[in-house]
């Protein structure tokens, strides 16, 4: 091995082991639980044993009394035993055998094997050993939260003195050893040959933190002698410290964050996430941490997080990078500041039912996912969105206040757009003619419904680099609008559904534009007009009542063919037939619309006085009315399966939906006629396999020489083509095939014979009752059921294709996707992500990970080979939470290497 290597292991390890001590905090706050023994000593035959005054420290009790209150003198020794109790020939002392137990207040004590002495409060306790050495029954002592088991225990119940042999416990994902133990009267705790380590193996821990002496005072502080690290009974002892003094306060304690190192091509060496840590109390904290790298990049962060039970509970953090490419002086120098502010904030609903307010922020400068992403995802986001919502309702009434700030960004363009604020007040739907204590059929006028909507919005788009400086006020957009809607529906001819309505529309505009011809002299030197317009400060109000109605059927219509063979696979065939034809209308308003157009007499066109306002104008000049029309297909098939006592019929679905829709202007100039929409889906073996397919047509003719699209159907424009080509222009077609499987270990529940019952929307039973009963499953299920696995694994995929040509130009994009994860032995985990572009012929969001547990141990690997994260990480660390980010060997090459 390098010099420089092995010199680097041997710092990296001397880290670990003094991080080590500095954390070992928390074993020692309750100081067993859970323990276990290695061995205990067989005192079966010792019935009579003197129990001396006083005895030293490391193996015996004092029974000197310290000053007591009476009521803990008072308190009774109550003892007993499942096999016998003895007395010895002075009475002064009880020897209880198999199953023994002894109650002193708050103390519990059980063994096999247990002596008290009745004068001088004082017990001894142990295992009893079988015939083949084994003990049994080991002493287990608890007194409050504490409990533990060891090899011997002795204890003083007035003096609260006590030493205990070979102790094992259990405590946050650790385990502490020690040989030799002594309890003192203030509770706190002598160590003599002790041992930590997140292993849980007793007796051979594969490694530990080997300490010869140490002080335990619970919910204050901890200090240790001599440690160093032991791995597979080897001792490191020159990767020790001499010794360690920390505090060990229980529930929330400030201190010192430790952090990660490492080396980057680009930014150099670095400790990284290490700061501080306020714990402000059981309700809030907060970290600061901080990057500092050896080329001059550095970084800051600061997370606050707060919660009140049945209050409010949330997250706030403020983050702010520096980074720095190559040196200053260089051509190729580059520093970038970013910034970013995540905050969400949750009310809870108990706090006040009638408000709430809650926050989900997500702001940053366009350059800090370029230079800062933590994952593919976040490097990969263009947009991002923020919302602070605030809302009121007052109990019995109908009305309803939203106060709002909106934001969203595109890294990409590097546009910002702000809404600040957004108010509405709104009014739920209300029923003016029904009475409160109606009953029975309501009549058509007491199902006339009036609702109020309000909206007050105060917005800007703008680079990003100038939200916050260059702009003001002026450059807002803002307006003021409100509806009032009343309305009703009733069917006709018991298929057809009437809705007539009649909407109040109100739109305050703090700005107008105003119209002008200006003469100008054109290229022949003729005066002509031309038209200019002039946008004005003015508030303007705009006010329109405007009536419309629409009317609607869509039955279901259904058709069955069943097929004569008694012995055929497939019983019956089921079409479920939905047509929609919609209609609505819209009458000329006349001069209540004229008013706010400018009617352009040199060419004829109307003008908006609002059209930069930020809300539309509800209406145009003239009458409007359309007619839609849509068309849904539902097909099924009703097969045999036939089983050993019985016959019987499960449904297939063929085909979920086909749908098509188009619509037609009725009072349109020109291009009346919408494109026609097709889509479609179903899906097989079980919904494991999902196919989607869609496509759209435009009916009307492109000219071949400048690509424009006609007034003209394609049918007649078009006359020597094939029959499908003069149907229309073929504009995009899209086609995606989706698949999850699975070992049928991690199958769930919904097999055929699993006694399980699907949706059958579809199934009517007054139409056709055998379907109606009948249980919904696919063919494919009996492909693939018999399929077992001993390995879990987990396999998804996907494949989409898209054809676009609106005009002339034509694209084309197919995509595989692929996912999973495969547990080779239960020690061995495997999982991937790709995608791959087939029209470019390249990989893109690969990702590869490999973990492999070690017992105590873990190993992982992860890689992304291609793209701009392309990376890899190779980490060997120890489990539990304790020791995870201290004792570990780390080896990665960073993707800001890449840039």
Known sequence: MHKNSIIKLHLKFRYFVFIIVLFIISPFKNFAQNERIREVRNNNSEKNITIRDSIPV?????????????????????????????????????????????????????????????????????????????????????????????????????????????????????????????????????????????????????????????????????????????????????????????????????????????????????????????????????????????????????????????KRSGNFNFSYAEFITSEEGLPDYEKNKNMKIVWTHTQDAKANPSSNFSASVNYSTTGYDKYNAKTTEQLNTNTKSSSIKYGKSWPGSPFRLNAQLNHTQNSKTENVSLTLPSLTFNMDRQYPFRSKNSSGETKWYEDIEVQYSSKLENRIKTPDSLLFNGTSFSDFENGFQHNVPLSTNFKILKYFNLSPQVEYTGILYPTKTVYSYKDTVNSEGETVQTLESKIINDFDYAQLVEPSVSLSVGPNIYGMYRFKNQDAKVEALRHVLTPSIGISYRPDMGSMVDNYYFNDTISGKDYSYYENGMYNFPAAPGQSGSVSFGLNNNLEMKVRTNSDTSSV??????????????????????????????????????????????????????????????????????????????????????????????????????????????????????????????????????????????????????????????????????????????????????????????????????????????????MTFSWIPVGRMQSYNFQINVKGSTLRDMLKYNKRKSWQDNL
Request: hydrophobic share 30%; charged share 25%.
């Open 58 to 310: 490391n193996d015996t009790l004092s029974s000197e009394k310290p000053k007591q209150s009476e009521s803990v003198l008072d308190l009774k020794v109550i003892y007993s035993a499942k096999d016998s109790i003895a007395l010895s020939s002075d009475s002064k002392k009880v020897f209880l055998y198999k199953e023994a137990k002894i109650i002193y207040g708050e103390i519990i004590l059980e063994a096999d094997y247990i002596e008290y002495d009745q004068e001088k409060n004082y017990v001894f306790a142990s295992g009893v050993a079988d015939s083949l050495g084994e003990l049994s029954g080991k002493p287990k002592f608890k007194e409050g939260a504490e409990e533990f088991i060891a090899k011997t225990i002795k204890y003083n119940f007035k003096t609260k003195k006590g030493y205990i042999e070979d102790v094992f416990t259990e405590e946050e994902q650790g385990f502490l050893h020690s040989e030799q133990t002594n309890k003192l009267e203030d509770n706190s705790f002598l160590l003599k040959n002790g041992k930590y380590t997140t292993c849980d193996h007793e007796d051979h821990p594969h490694f530990y933190l080997s300490m010869t002496k140490a002080k335990v005072v619970p919910n204050d502080k901890i200090i240790t002698g001599p440690a160093y690290l032991v791995m597979l009974d080897i001792p490191f002892k020159f990767l020790g410290v001499p010794f360690g003094f920390f505090p060990s306060q229980s529930g929330y304690s400030s201190g010192i964050m430790i952090p990660k190192y490492g080396e980057e091509n680009n930014r150099g060496f670095f400790l990284q996430d290490g700061g501080y840590y306020f714990g402000i109390s059981d309700r809030m904290d907060l970290a600061v941490t901080g990057d500092i790298f050896s080329r001059g990049s550095w970084g800051g962060d600061a997370l606050l997080k707060y919660k009140k039970r049945y």
């Open 649 to 858: 019929s499960k449904k297939v679905k063929i085909l979920e939906s086909f749908k098509m829709s188009t619509s037609y202007n009725i009072f349109a100039e020109e291009f009346k006629w919408s494109t026609i929409n097709i889509r479609g889906r179903t899906s097989i073996f079980n919904n494991k396999l999902k196919i989607n397919f869609g496509g759209n047509f435009d009916t009307y003719a492109l000219d071949s020489i400048t690509g424009n699209i006609l007034n003209r159907a394609q049918w007649f424009y078009n006359e020597d083509a094939s029959f499908f080509k003069r149907l229309g222009r073929l504009e995009k077609v899209d086609f995606s095939v989706d698949f999850t499987l699975k070992s049928k270990q991690g199958e769930g529940e919904g097999k055929p014979g699993s006694g399980s019952t699907q949706n059958n929307d579809i199934s009517q039973a007054d139409v056709y009752s055998d379907f109606s009963n009948d249980e919904y499953y696919t063919i494919q299920d009996e492909i693939v059921t018999y399929v077992d696995f001993d390995v879990p694994w987990s396999l998804t995929g996907g494949y989409k294709y898209v054809y676009s040509k609106p005009k002339w130009d034509k694209k084309i994009t197919q995509t595989l996707s692929l996912s999973g994860n495969i547990s080779l032995t239960k020690k061995w985990k495997i999982s991937f992500r790709t995608n791959y572009d087939i029209v470019e012929k390249e990989l893109s969001s690969t990702s590869i990970n490999i973990n492999r547990d070690l017992h105590c141990w873990e």
